[in-house]
Each structure stands twice: as C-alpha cells, then as structure tokens.
C-alpha cells in the first residue's frame, strides 16, 4: 500500500511537470499551395522575430518554374495563361516578350531582365524594342512579412524597371484590390519610386495618408529594396533605410486598406511610357535589370 502511494505520488509529480512546460513556439509561418500565410498571430506585428522564411537566389541558371512565370501580355502560346487572364495594366508591358530568348538571360548568380532593339522588327514583328519580365501569379503568393529585392539597374533615356506585387485573386469586386510598388526607376534618375496605390487613391483621389515617396540609389550598384507588410501598415525601405510608411486608417474600409489577402510579386523590365519618356537614345541599349536574390521574412 505504502509501495503505491509512493508510485502514485511520483506519478503526479511527472504529471504537473509536463502540464507547467511552456508550450513550444508555434511555427509563424505556414506553407499552402505555394502561398505563405503567418499562423502565429502574435508574430505579425513584431519584425524582430521575423525569420527568413524563403529565397530564390537565381543561380540554377534557368527560371524556376515552380514559383516563376514569363511576363508576356501580347503573346499566347499554348504553355501561357490566355490573354483574356491577364491583369491588364494599361500602358505597362508595352514591349515585354514572352518567348523570345535574349530577352530574360542568366549567369551564375543572377537573372538579367534585358531591354534590347527588336532586330525582327523588319519582318513582321512591330514592336521596336524588346523587353524581360518575370511574376509569381498563381504559383507563389504571400500574406504579411518582409520582401526584400537585391537589383541593379542600368541607365538609359526610356527605362522603367519596376518591382511590384499585385493582388493574386481580387477578393473585392468593382474596386482595385491594391499595388505595391516597392521599386519604379526612371531615365537616368539617381533616385526610386515607391508607392502605394488602392481604391482610395487611384479611384477616389485621396492624398492624405500619402501615395508615395522618392529615395535616393546608387546606380552603379546593387540596391536593396523591400516592403515590411504589417495587418495595418506598409513600411517600405530602401538598402535598409526607411523611406515611408503607409498605414491603415480606421474606418476607411477596404477602398483604402485591400491589403489583407495574398499579393504576388513582379520584377520586369519596362521601356517606353507617358511617364519615362521615349527612348531618345538607342545607342544606350542593351540595357539590364539584374536581380541577385528575392528574400521573404515573416
């Protein structure tokens, strides 16, 4: 009898001591169908726990189709989304290509996004210049964290790059679902864009928080550009340095605040807008976007 009090007592003892462990930290993140989602809901606020959660470093010197497709709005190939599935974004993509192989170029540690003169642009082919781009749309999308970009941009009269994301299923019907900018470079400029457009702001024509800011780069070099994406605010950073925050303002509803579902990411090379310009210099082409990495921390 003394025997079972004793190993009952032990037993309790065990008990209590697993029941007082702390519970180890759920895992913030959770990977579905390729879109990552934060699970830990006290971790999304908090970007000193952020951990990195994914990369594609560009060094297997093809496209990982897996989380990557070619931009390519005007061309249908059997293998590509049908026209009629785009996002059309009107005046953007006005020379991007597909198929065509010079365009998007590897080494072996970077992807080169590449603006060139068309030389079939005599036989049959009518656009003057061709140009590089990649997106994650339907293949890798995510809710909340850090993206960062590593890129160099070459200067040339008529050069847009861009870096942005966009809504990856347009959760909100009649309005614009949201755009991050979190990179446009312009012409021979020395500094970037970076906006935030929504309903708010390209419908309804509110400026007050305000849509965008400017932030200087150095263009003979690698830049770092990233989006910290908070559940109420966008806080977006150039090599590390903020640059300004966009936040969430109560009550405005989802005109101005679409940014609670899952956005993909868009790196491509424009030439040739209302905005940049013509391009006034041939001579400067070929041009380059070269990216080294795209990092996600959540």
Known sequence: MKFLSISLLYAIIIILSFASCDKPDLNPYILVDNYIYIQNEDRRNDSTKWELVWEEDFDKNTLDTNYWER???????????PVEKWRDVKNCFRYISATDSR???FDDNNIHLNGIINP????????PYLTGGIYSWGKF??????????????????????????SENE?????HNGEMDIMEKLNHDDFA???THNHYTITLGQTEPKKFTTAKIDTTAYNIYSVSWYPDRLVYAINGVDSYEYPKVQGAGTFQWPF???????IDQQMEHEWPGMITNPEELPISMTVDWVRLYQ
């Open 260 to 266: 609670d579902q899952p956005f993909y990411l868009l």
């Open 103 to 105: 365009v998007v170029t």
């Open 171 to 175: 959760i909100y019907p009649d309005q």
């Open 71 to 81: 931009i390519g709005l005007f061309e249908t190939p059997k293998w590509q989304v």
């Open 193 to 195: 864009y970076q906006t």
């Open 120 to 127: 079939d642009s005599l036989t049959g082919d009518p656009r």
């Open 141 to 166: 999308a995510f809710q909340y964290g850090r993206i960062e970009i590593r890129a160099k941009l070459d200067q040339a009269f008529g050069m847009w790059p861009a870096i942005w994301m966009l």
